[in-house]
């Protein structure tokens, strides 16, 4: 539905002719773009042309998929909201799995995409596609602008909408004609959508009802998710859990909001989540679950999940609240506003009882694997990265097991550090999520970890690595298997690989191809110092670690069984 806006009156004497491309980009400009991504065709023609010498940072990526997760990890990397444009039919219909990730992840993006003529719309128009239809699924809101005087409001209601609430991508069509009529501005910035409102104040009696129940649990476990980075709120997860005295487990998203190394950090909780953290979750009289969404990746089956606790959920979302599990103390708005409530009210217990245990499941179920083993393990890829790093790099992921290990073996100590596709689970978003968070973040040192078939999906945006001469590192375990697949067809059918091995190609030599470094490591013995190499480049560089081939992810909760029916413990009890 389109909400309905208003601006304010129109003050006469600051008005100017413009084109329809010039107020897009001084639109842009005053909603503080200073860098965006994109890719140019026939009906973006206008647009790029006032793109020319507009001081705007543009990145040119291979491919609008590309181009959409680099817009996408600079949003999450910054905490900005990230843009891309495009053109009309093809370069419109490339940006689907882009803003579908960034949709099921929340991320605040504008996708602007040039349409045909406006009297052409409905014809099959050279390149004309129905990109408001197509996307609309994957997309917060979107519309088309054909009346060039709704351009500069839509376009500030586009960020407002990707911004406020909970975040997603926002797309406007833009029809060439609209790009090349003039119309007169006003000057009037504000936004006025009364039929959207976002109440970021929690209500105060809720908040009460949360504290309460805190300080009455003996055994409480706070379930964070992507939602409290997004709020900027780990600052005040982090006083709620100290203050109350009450372990965090985090989401995939989440990871990063409590820094893993205190301890009251129980790592990450759902099908490949550490054992400590779903027996917690399994056992817990009160879980209170923050900016996460209850995913059938944390809960398993859904009818046994937390079977013992009452739930908070605290979430910016009204339509998240008792969507997937049934929640007792709903509070919707702002994590940050109402976290900083509730720290006012709880009060410090030391549950004694419950945090021996805790101990105890988190001694017994470390996250292991087979350090004696001679051949190049995933795992220790990751462990060494992370020593080496000393935990401070911003780290991307590919999809599969390389994006599960690179959770559980490196250890994230602040929000917007690991930028991953949680929800869509999308190959390909490893290596443009580097070179868009590279941008957010110059001096950061930025890791992909990510999958040979992952990367091969996106493997082109090597070069606009190069041409941006940003020093990302990227490295690949390279099982040469689609290896998470791989794995549930060893478990669940019979050993059968059906159509999981592809050949790969040489990636050192296509890095050095596109002009980047490449290296390949077969010994184990090699991994350190190919490390320390990739980390003193300044040039991308590629890592091709060939690892072992059929090692799994454990701890693993079969799809449809309760989070403490673990697979793998005992295998991972048996290399202790
Ligand atoms: C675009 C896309 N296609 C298919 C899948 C299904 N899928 C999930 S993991 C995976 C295999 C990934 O292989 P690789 O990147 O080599 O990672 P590994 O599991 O071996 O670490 C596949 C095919 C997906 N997640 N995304
Ligand atoms: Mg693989």
């Known amino acids: 539905m389109k909400p309905k806006s208003r601006t304010s009156a129109r003050s006469a004497d600051k008005s100017t002719i413009k084109t329809g491309a010039q107020i897009i980009v001084d639109t842009l400009i005053e909603q503080g773009v200073d860098t965006m991504f994109g890719y140019t065709g026939g009906v973006v023609l ?30 999450r990397a910054s905490g900005k909201v990230g843009v891309m ?69 839509t376009i500030r209601e586009a960020f407002h909408i990707a911004s406020t609430g909970r975040p997603g991508p926002v797309l406007i069509d833009l029809p060439v004609d609209v790009s090349v009529a003039k119309c007169s501005t006003d000057g009037t910035t504000e936004v ?44 005040e997860l982090r006083a709620l859990a100290e203050k109350a005295h009450v372990p965090v487990t985090m989401t995939l998203l989440g990871l990063g909001s409590y820094d893993q190394n205190k301890p009251e950090s129980l790592d990450m909780l759902g099908m490949h989540g550490t054992a400590y953290a779903n027996y917690a979750v399994q056992e817990c009289d009160l879980l209170i679950a923050v900016g996460a969404r209850f995913d059938d990746r944390v809960t398993g089956k859904i009818d046994t999940f937390a079977p013992n606790a009452k739930i908070i959920h605290i979430d910016i979302d009204p339509a998240s609240i008792s969507k997937n599990v049934r929640v007792d103390i709903p509070v919707v708005g702002d994590a940050k506003l109402i976290l900083s409530e509730l720290v006012k009210e709880v009060e410090y217990h030391q549950r004694k009882e419950w945090f021996n245990k805790i101990a105890e499941w988190k001694q017994k179920f470390v996250l292991r694997y087979d350090e ?35 959770a559980q073996f490196y250890r994230f100590s602040r929000p917007r550090q690991l930028i ?6 999308t190959m390909g978003f490893g290596l443009p999520a580097a070179i868009g968070a590279q941008i957010a973040k110059p001096k950061e040192t930025v890791i992909d970890i990510d999958g040979d078939h992952s990367f091969n999906m996106t493997l082109t945006e090597l070069a606009t690595a190069v041409e941006h001469e940003l020093p990302i590192k990227v490295c690949i375990l390279n099982n040469g298997y689609m290896g998470m697949v791989r794995q549930w067809q060893e478990l669940f059918y019979g050993h059968r690989y059906s159509k999981t091995y592809l050949k790969n190609p040489e ?27 990739m980390l003193a480049e300044k040039k991308p560089c590629v890592v091709d670690f060939r690892v072992e081939r059929e090692e799994n992810v454990w701890p693993m909760v079969p799809s449809g069984k309760s989070l403490d029916e673990m697979d793998g413990l005992d295998i991972l009890e048996s290399m202790a």
């Open 46 to 75: 206008p647009l790029f042309d006032r793109l020319y010498d507009a001081p705007i940072h543009f990145i040119n990526p291979r491919h609008e998929q590309g181009g959409c997760h680099m817009a996408d990890a600079y949003a």
């Open 85 to 153: 444009v495009a053109t009309s039919g093809p370069g419109a219909c490339n940006l689907v799995t882009g803003l579908a990730t960034a949709m099921m992840d929340s991320v605040p993006m504008v996708a602007l995409t040039g349409q045909v003529r406006t009297e052409l719309i409905g014809n099959d128009a050279f390149q004309e596609a129905d990109t408001t239809g197509i996307t609309r699924p994957v997309t917060k809101y979107n519309c088309i602008v054909k009346d060039i005087k709704d351009l500069a409001r």
């Open 192 to 235: 006025d959508l009364p039929g959207y409102r976002v109440r970021p104040k929690g209500h105060a009696k809720q908040i009460s009802m949360a504290a309460q129940a805190i300080n009455k649990s003996e055994q409480p476990v706070l379930y964070v998710g992507g939602g409290v980075i997004s709020a900027n709120a780990s600052e």
């Open 372 to 406: 004696s083993s001679s051949t190049v393990k995933p795992q220790y890829v990751i462990t060494e990265l992370c020593r080496q790093t000393e935990g401070q790099a911003i780290v991307t992921t590919g999809v599969g097991q390389n994006q599960m290990w690179a």
């Open 420 to 425: 991953s596709s949680g929800g869509l689970g």
């Open 507 to 533: 990636y050192e030599a296509i890095a050095c191809a596109f002009g980047a470094v490449g290296i390949t490591v077969d010994k184990k013995t090699d991994v350190p110092k190919a490390i320390k190499k």
